[in-house]
T-cell receptor, first 115, second 115 residues
């Protein structure tokens, strides 16, 4: 069955420290991959996406993600976290369905940033 | 860029009444729109896929008679919560996709509170 897993419910880091949020998917081929960020009470903002090509993807706000086919992973990274990065982060996967793609979301990882 | 607008951003209604939420793609035509429901501290649950000019496809467990979806034009989809009850209180988010595209663009969400 197709699924998206974000194993960490909460991640706590100190401001200035590096960050890695994990995302794994279960699917027989390479799906489309996305990372979104959601601030409290707000909609979702796309950080970055992977469709094909270079497996290291650069996004907005200094985020990057690396697609690793062998591990079925698409982990999000940032070298130095800012207090404003505290939010909910969702990994999403576009699984093909009937000629189109339906975005499926992981359960989210809540990022807490300590000063 | 692609902009999706949701209205209203927050609505309070009395139990037993119906409320309509609009999702508009402002600068592109969206043949497919998605409706999600998000519970507090939870991920986005896909409720239904809405295709312009045809009936929506509901996910398992979603009551189609309670959550009426209409996609009357290429830029507008509506979700009507009929006979709302307090347990329907939630955050509802729509997204829209270019024809043939894989990336979905999200509205800012609607906070529904049923009292």
């Amino acid at each position: 069955a197709q699924s998206v897993t974000q194993p960490d419910i909460h991640i706590t880091v100190s401001e200035g420290a590096s960050l890695e949020l994990r995302c794994n998917y279960s699917y027989g081929a390479t799906p489309y991959l996305f990372w979104y960020v959601q601030s409290p009470g707000q909609g979702l903002q796309l950080l970055l996406k992977y469709f094909s090509g270079d497996t290291l993807v650069q996004g907005i706000k200094g985020f990057e993600a690396e697609f690793k086919r062998s591990q079925s992973s698409f982990n999000l990274r940032k070298p130095s976290v800012h207090w404003s990065d505290a939010a909910e982060y969702f990994c999403a996967v576009g699984f093909p369905s009937g000629g189109s793609y339906i975005p499926t979301f992981g359960r989210g990882t809540s990022l807490i940033v300590h000063p | 860029g692609a902009v999706v607008s949701q209205h209203p951003s927050w609505v309070i209604c009395k139990s037993g009444t119906s409320v309509k939420i609009e999702c508009r793609s402002l600068d592109f035509q969206a043949t497919t729109m998605f409706w999600y429901r998000q519970f507090p501290k939870k991920s986005l649950m896909l409720m239904a896929t809405s295709n312009e000019g045809s009936k929506a496809t509901y996910e398992q467990g979603v009551e189609k008679d309670k959550f009426l979806i209409n996609h009357a034009s290429l830029t507008l989809s509506t979700l009507t919560v009929t006979s709302a009850h307090p347990e329907d209180s939630s955050f509802y988010i729509c997204s829209a996709r270019f024809p043939g595209g894989a990336e979905a663009f999200f509205g800012q969400g609607t906070r529904l509170t049923v009292v």
